[in-house]
Every structure is written in structure tokens, then in C-alpha cells.
């Protein structure tokens, strides 16, 4: 511990540092559901130190970006890490160790900024804790790509701010606080208000390129010409198409979501559409859908001309880089909430069929996605004429794995995270629930023509489903014909795991052992009961995916997946472990094809089993 100043190490300890993101709870209580702004005095100074090394990295080995961008999220405590993350910055600038200029945007989402440092050519500091609990926060950062480090780049900052931590003096950060030019600072923040508005400027004209698919400002221009005149004929029709957006107090609520969805003639129905206003959970998963839902159904109380399939929704987490959908099913006259999985699915389909239907294919095409990721994608791809590459749970991990795929010849449109339902659609490097909307709204609004099959038509007849297509298709239609998988949850108590193994090498080596006799044990049950003949493990570290591995401490802390197979064999289902980046748990989880969940509850359940006997193992031997 440093003894100088304990505060801080004890501050530093508690935090999680990793290349998804820097996590802890910052609300001064401790209380990681304290929506409070307060943040105690060794807080900031571990704000002021990570930017510090921010600066500092930059100057090392990114010496031509010259502008860094700080912005937040909405959660409280945002406030007052802005502010200590633009005075470090500033006073780095004013000591002579960095030569870099400072920018605040204030509250923005995450792909908003993220879109802005990629235009202007600059490096950006974003704090947020995105889907954790309001007491959270943290930083994630990146480069003038638009993207986040990667993982390399992210250890070696992670280096710099741990070694500042451990020499850390509070008389020695004050000092260092003083170098920021109190007029400068001013200057920082009373250009906010410009900035933001050039960041939503900068996001319109990005969306626009990335959901177009194109450059050329003429064929952005005719495509959504196309998409607006569906639309008013939707309206003229008395069914006009509309969203509804539970924004829960989210960055989204500051961002371009309703000038966007208005401009195309779409109506956006908004909850909780104050930035700020946080009203409940933060997560877009399971209980915290629900006031969507409501809406949703409510709307369609009010007006049943909508049930036809104009009616879906989404709330994003808190920084916005993500949004899982609710739909209107006129069959069972219910809102229902998508899974995250199904989300993913949804988004591969539409952005590969519209590569079809457009013709914009000139390249073998490819999908990269992370080990956790539903076996469905590999039914999609399959019958769309892609190939799947697997990276390690991650963004930068995923992204970086389409560069590679994109280097050997391939066009890499769709890549994600299925495990929580967010697409990231190329060029953009993060996730976007307005590319997800809005690959969703390409399957649902253009429709054949004489000459021409759409989309969904198109997904209909390459995945052996033509008898499922008809012309006045809805949504729930859709849904439909997703291939049928069985998922876990990522956010289900039965996927989160609390283990006292620290050395994930260890755990994952006495968990080979207890598998291989379970296997043996187990294989003729498995082949009985769910038709699994045989099974393939593989591990994800980083970009890299190992498979027939021998030795499963290979994975070390990244992804271990065993993957099952049928007698022609055909993957069907996989059990898959890791511990998270970002939070202290380790997570588990099932995947099987059909309709029976009891046999993904099965499997799960055998999953948790097997990895606290591991856990156990390895306790005992320490």
C-alpha cells in the first residue's frame, strides 16, 4: 500500500481496469446505487491522475493528436470527474509535458462522441460507467479512429496510472492541480455548448455515411429519400411508423435520437427524456424494459390502427452505445421484450440481406463476433453466404478482429457482441442502438417491387423459409423466422458467478479435469437426452481464437468455450466461461438449438457446477 497516502490506494484498489473500460464506484458513500454527485477528495485526485497518464500516453506515442475531448455520461457523479479530467489535462498542457489542446463536450453519448473525435482527428477521454449502477462511473478512452485502445494500448496506459498511483502524494497532485490556468479552464468550459453541438453535427453526418452504407452524400441523400417516402406513406395511411424511447435519463435524452427518427418522418414517443433523469434500472435488459413495454401497449390502446407493424422501442444504457428493442406481437396483443441475442440476430440478418438485396457486395463477406456470442449467428451467416471469426468478449477485441479479417479480404459490415445484443455496423468502432434501429427498419420498410425482392424476402428464401414470407409482413413476422437457440442471459443470477480463484489459469486447468471425467460420465446421457456426440474447446484471448485446445489454462483470463456437436456434426450448443472485465463476477453460460429451455437450464446449470468445483480444487491446494 502507499503509505503516503493510503486514501488514494485504497481508492485505486477497488477499481477495475481493463480494455472494455476503468470502473468503481464513485458516489462518496460507497453505495453503488447512490445516485448522489458528491465523490471524496482521494477520488479526484484518482481522476486527475488517470488523466494525467492519458496525456502523457498520448504524448509518447500518439504525439500528432493534439486534441483530446473530454465527455460524460449522464450519472451523477459525472459532473465533478469532467471537471477534475479537463484540470488535469489543462495543467499536463501548462507544465510543458504534453502539447495538447482541451475540449469538453459535456453530456454526450458515447458513439456521438465518439463519431466527433473521429472527424476532427482527435483522442477523447469518456467517462462513464455505461450499464453498471448509478453509483458507478469510470473512463473509457481512445484515439482519433473513433475506437477504443485496444488491448495492448490499454495495458500499457493501465501501467502508466498504476505507477502513478503507487508514488501518489496529495500535496504533490495538488501541486500538479495548480498548473491548470484557471482563465484556460474558463475558456474550456464556456466553449462547451459549441463543442457538443459540433459533436452532434459531426454524429448526424456519421450516421448518415454508416446507415447508408456509402460516402457519397448523393447516395446517402436517395437512400433516405427512399426510407421518408415509406414512411409518409405509412402516415397517409393512418399507421405512421413510430418508436417509442424509454431514454431513462440516458446520454441518449442530449443526443440526435428524435431530430433523426423526425427528419424521415417517423414519430418518436420519448420517456424520460431529460438527460439526468434517471428513473430506474440502467441496464436494457429484462425488468427495466418493462416501462417501454407499457407505453407500447398503452399506444396501441389508444390507437389499435398501429398494431399492424409500425410499433417498436428501446432504452439505451446510460452512455447510449446500446439499446434493446420491444416489439408490438399482434397475435398475442403484448408488447415483448427481445432478447439480446435475438437483437444481434436481427441486426446480422438485416445489414447482410440489404448487402444482397443493394448488390453492394465486392468481397467475400464476413462477420466477427465474441465467444459468448448465440450459435444462431452461424446458422445466419451461413445461409447469407458469410463466414463467422470469433474474438474475445470486448469491443476493441471484435473490432480489431474485423480489421484482421478486412486485411485478408473481406468485407466485415456487421460485427458485435450477441451476449448483449450490441451491433456495431461498419465504419463505425462502436456499438449504436440508432444502426441497430435502423438495420431493423431496412427489413421492415422496403418491400419487393416487380423487379426486385426486398430484404426480408431475400432472408426468407436463403434460409429455407420462403413459406414464411408474405407481403404484408410485420415485425413479429420477422421474429419469426430467427433461428431458435436457447440462450443465458448475461445479466441472470444464474450466469453471475462469485469465485475465490484469483489465477484463472489455475482455475480453468482444474476445471479440464472435472469436464473430461464429466464428459465421460455424461456422454451418453448427452447424446441420449439433446443429441451431442462430440465436443471441440476452444479459447479466445484478445483477436486470437485458439480451438482443439489441450491445455484449457491456455485461455487464462480471456473466454474458454466448449462446443458441442451433433452426429453430422453440426455445432449445436456450447458451454462458455469468463471472468468480466468490468465488474467482479465470473461470468457462465449455455447456448443450444430448439425449443426446449429446460436443456439450456441444464447445461448452465452443469457449467456453474463444474466451475465451483474447480474453484473449490484450487482453494483447497492455496
Not at 472527424?119 to 469510470?138: C, L, R
Given at each position: 500500500?502507499?503509505?503516503?497516502?493510503?486514501?488514494?490506494?485504497?481508492?485505486?484498489e477497488?477499481?477495475?481496469?481493463s480494455?472494455?473500460?476503468?470502473?468503481?464506484v464513485?458516489?462518496?458513500?460507497?453505495n453503488?446505487?447512490d445516485?448522489?454527485p458528491?465523490?471524496?477528495?482521494?477520488?479526484?485526485?484518482i481522476?486527475?491522475l488517470?488523466a494525467?497518464?492519458?496525456?502523457?500516453?498520448?504524448?509518447a506515442?500518439f504525439p500528432?493528436i493534439?486534441?483530446?475531448?473530454?465527455?460524460?455520461?449522464?450519472?451523477?457523479?459525472?459532473?465533478?470527474?469532467?471537471?477534475?479530467a479537463?484540470t488535469?489535462?489543462?495543467a499536463?498542457?501548462?507544465?510543458g509535458s504534453?502539447?495538447i489542446?482541451?475540449?469538453s463536450?459535456?453530456i454526450?453519448?458515447?458513439?456521438?462522441?465518439?463519431?466527433?473525435?473521429?472527424t476532427?482527428?482527435?483522442?477523447?477521454?469518456?467517462?462513464s460507467?455505461?450499464h453498471?449502477p448509478?453509483?458507478?462511473n469510470?473512463?473509457?478512452?481512445g484515439?482519433?479512429?473513433?475506437g477504443v485502445?485496444?488491448?495492448?494500448?490499454?495495458?500499457?496506459?493501465?501501467?502508466?496510472?498504476?505507477?502513478?498511483?503507487?508514488?501518489?502524494?496529495?500535496?504533490?497532485?495538488?501541486?500538479?492541480?495548480?498548473d491548470?490556468?484557471?482563465?484556460?479552464?474558463?475558456?474550456?468550459?464556456e466553449s462547451?455548448a459549441?463543442?457538443?453541438q459540433?459533436?452532434?453535427?459531426a454524429?448526424?453526418?456519421?450516421?448518415?455515411?454508416v446507415?447508408?452504407?456509402?460516402?457519397?452524400?448523393?447516395?446517402?441523400?436517395?437512400?433516405?429519400?427512399?426510407?421518408?417516402?415509406?414512411?409518409?406513406?405509412l402516415?397517409?395511411?393512418?399507421?405512421?411508423?413510430?418508436l417509442?424511447?424509454?431514454?431513462?435519463?440516458s446520454a441518449?435524452?442530449?443526443?440526435v435520437?428524435?431530430?433523426f427518427?423526425e427528419?424521415?418522418?417517423?414519430?418518436?414517443?420519448?420517456?424520460?427524456?431529460?438527460?439526468?433523469?434517471?428513473v430506474?434500472g440502467?441496464?436494457?435488459e429484462?425488468?427495466n424494459?418493462?416501462?417501454?413495454?407499457?407505453k407500447i401497449?398503452e399506444l396501441?390502446?389508444?390507437n389499435?390502427?398501429?398494431?399492424?407493424n409500425?410499433?417498436?422501442g428501446y432504452?439505451?444504457?446510460?452512455?447510449?452505445d446500446?439499446?434493446?428493442i420491444?416489439y408490438w406481437d399482434?397475435?398475442?396483443?403484448?408488447?415483448?421484450?427481445?432478447?439480446a441475442?435475438?437483437?444481434?440476430?436481427?441486426?446480422?440478418?438485416?445489414?447482410l440481406?440489404?448487402?444482397?438485396?443493394s448488390?453492394?457486395?465486392?468481397?467475400?463477406?464476413?462477420?466477427?463476433?465474441?465467444?459468448?456470442?448465440?450459435?444462431?449467428i452461424n446458422?445466419?451467416?451461413?445461409?447469407?453466404?458469410?463466414e463467422?471469426?470469433?474474438a474475445?468478449?470486448?469491443?476493441?477485441?471484435v473490432v480489431n478482429r474485423?480489421e484482421d479479417?478486412?486485411?485478408?479480404g473481406?468485407?466485415v459490415?456487421?460485427?458485435?457482441?450477441?451476449?448483449n445484443g450490441?451491433n456495431?455496423?461498419?465504419?463505425?468502432?462502436v456499438r449504436?442502438?440508432?444502426?441497430?434501429?435502423?438495420?431493423?427498419?431496412?427489413?421492415?420498410?422496403?418491400?419487393?417491387?416487380?423487379?426486385?425482392?426486398?430484404?426480408?424476402?431475400?432472408?426468407?428464401?436463403?434460409?429455407?423459409q420462403?413459406?414464411?414470407?408474405?407481403k404484408?409482413?410485420?415485425?413479429?413476422?420477422?421474429?419469426?423466422?430467427?433461428?431458435?437457440?436457447w440462450?443465458?442471459?448475461?445479466?441472470?443470477?444464474r450466469a453471475?458467478?462469485?469465485?475465490?480463484?484469483?489465477d484463472h489459469t489455475?482455475?480453468?486447468s482444474a476445471?479440464?479435469k472435472i469436464f473430461m471425467?464429466?464428459?465421460?460420465?455424461?456422454?451418453?446421457?448427452?447424446k441420449?437426452?439433446?443429441?451431442?456426440?462430440?465436443?471441440?474447446?476452444?479459447?479466445?484471448n484478445?483477436?486470437?481464437?485458439?480451438?482443439?485446445?489441450?491445455?484449457?489454462?491456455?485461455s487464462?483470463?480471456?473466454g474458454l468455450?466448449?462446443?458441442?456437436?451433433?452426429?453430422?456434426?453440426?455445432?449445436?450448443?456450447?458451454i462458455?466461461?469468463?471472468g468480466?472485465?468490468?465488474?467482479?463476477?465470473?461470468?457462465?453460460?449455455?447456448?443450444?438449438k430448439?425449443y426446449?429451455?429446460?436443456?439450456?437450464?441444464y447445461?448452465?446449470?452443469w457449467?456453474?457446477?463444474?466451475?465451483?468445483?474447480?474453484?473449490?480444487?484450487v482453494?483447497?491446494k492455496?
Amino acid at each position: 500500500m502507499n503509505t503516503a497516502y493510503p486514501e488514494l490506494q485504497q481508492a485505486f484498489e477497488k477499481m477495475i481496469l481493463s480494455a472494455s473500460g476503468w470502473r468503481k464506484v464513485f458516489a462518496q458513500s460507497g453505495n453503488e446505487n447512490d445516485g448522489t454527485p458528491e465523490i471524496s477528495a482521494a477520488d479526484c485526485d484518482i481522476v486527475f491522475l488517470a488523466a494525467q497518464s492519458f496525456a502523457e500516453f498520448l504524448h509518447a506515442e500518439f504525439p500528432a493528436i493534439r486534441t483530446v475531448i473530454v465527455a460524460r455520461d449522464s450519472r451523477p457523479t459525472g459532473a465533478a470527474l469532467l471537471k477534475e479530467a479537463v484540470t488535469a489535462l489543462a495543467a499536463s498542457a501548462a507544465a510543458g509535458s504534453t502539447a495538447i489542446t482541451v475540449q469538453s463536450a459535456g453530456i454526450t453519448a458515447a458513439p456521438e462522441i465518439m463519431a466527433y473525435a473521429r472527424t476532427i482527428g482527435a483522442a477523447f477521454m469518456y467517462i462513464s460507467a455505461s450499464h453498471n449502477p448509478i453509483g458507478h462511473n469510470g473512463f473509457k478512452f481512445g484515439l482519433d479512429s473513433g475506437g477504443v485502445l485496444d488491448g495492448n494500448q490499454s495495458a500499457r496506459l493501465i501501467a502508466l496510472f498504476t505507477q502513478k498511483c503507487k508514488a501518489a502524494h496529495p500535496d504533490a497532485v495538488n501541486l500538479l492541480r495548480k498548473d491548470a490556468d484557471p482563465a484556460q479552464l474558463r475558456t474550456v468550459f464556456e466553449s462547451e455548448a459549441a463543442h457538443k453541438q459540433a459533436a452532434l453535427t459531426a454524429y448526424k453526418n456519421f450516421l448518415r455515411e454508416v446507415i447508408a452504407d456509402s460516402q457519397d452524400t448523393t447516395e446517402q441523400a436517395r437512400f433516405f429519400a427512399s426510407l421518408k417516402q415509406q414512411c409518409a406513406a405509412l402516415a397517409e395511411a393512418g399507421k405512421p411508423f413510430t418508436l417509442v424511447a424509454d431514454f431513462n435519463g440516458s446520454a441518449r435524452a442530449a443526443s440526435v435520437d428524435r431530430t433523426f427518427f423526425e427528419q424521415l418522418d417517423m414519430q418518436l414517443t420519448g420517456i424520460a427524456e431529460k438527460a439526468g433523469t434517471i428513473v430506474h434500472g440502467i441496464i436494457p435488459e429484462g425488468g427495466n424494459l418493462a416501462t417501454c413495454a407499457a407505453k407500447i401497449e398503452e399506444l396501441h390502446r389508444s390507437n389499435p390502427a398501429q398494431a399492424e407493424n409500425t410499433l417498436f422501442g428501446y432504452m439505451p444504457d446510460c452512455d447510449g452505445d446500446r439499446g434493446n428493442i420491444i416489439y408490438w406481437d399482434e397475435v398475442q396483443q403484448k408488447a415483448l421484450i427481445l432478447e439480446a441475442q435475438e437483437v444481434f440476430a436481427l441486426s446480422v440478418i438485416a445489414e447482410l440481406s440489404y448487402l444482397h438485396y443493394s448488390g453492394n457486395i465486392s468481397a467475400p463477406l464476413a462477420v466477427t463476433v465474441n465467444g459468448p456470442t448465440s450459435l444462431r449467428i452461424n446458422e445466419i451467416a451461413k445461409a447469407l453466404e458469410a463466414e463467422v471469426f470469433y474474438a474475445e468478449v470486448g469491443e476493441a477485441n471484435v473490432v480489431n478482429r474485423a480489421e484482421d479479417a478486412r486485411r485478408y479480404g473481406y468485407k466485415v459490415r456487421i460485427l458485435g457482441e450477441g451476449s448483449n445484443g450490441g451491433n456495431i455496423t461498419y465504419p463505425a468502432a462502436v456499438r449504436d442502438p440508432l444502426n441497430t434501429l435502423f438495420a431493423i427498419s431496412k427489413l421492415l420498410l422496403i418491400k419487393d417491387t416487380p423487379d426486385r425482392s426486398c430484404p426480408f424476402r431475400i432472408w426468407c428464401e436463403r434460409s429455407g423459409q420462403t413459406a414464411k414470407y408474405r407481403k404484408d409482413f410485420t415485425f413479429a413476422d420477422i421474429i419469426a423466422t430467427l433461428p431458435c437457440y436457447w440462450t443465458t442471459p448475461t445479466q441472470e443470477a444464474r450466469a453471475l458467478m462469485h469465485i475465490h480463484t484469483t489465477d484463472h489459469t489455475a482455475l480453468k486447468s482444474a476445471y479440464q479435469k472435472i469436464f473430461m471425467q464429466e464428459w465421460a460420465d455424461k456422454k451418453q446421457l448427452l447424446k441420449d437426452r439433446f443429441g451431442i456426440v462430440a465436443c471441440k474447446v476452444f479459447a479466445y484471448n484478445g483477436t486470437v481464437c485458439s480451438e482443439n485446445l489441450r491445455d484449457f489454462g491456455v485461455s487464462a483470463k480471456g473466454g474458454l468455450k466448449v462446443q458441442f456437436y451433433n452426429a453430422s456434426h453440426t455445432p449445436i450448443a456450447f458451454i462458455w466461461m469468463r471472468g468480466s472485465g468490468t465488474e467482479p463476477v465470473f461470468r457462465i453460460m449455455a447456448d443450444i438449438k430448439g425449443y426446449d429451455q429446460a436443456v439450456e437450464e441444464y447445461l448452465v446449470q452443469w457449467q456453474g457446477d463444474m466451475v465451483r468445483k474447480a474453484d473449490a480444487a484450487v482453494s483447497a491446494k492455496n
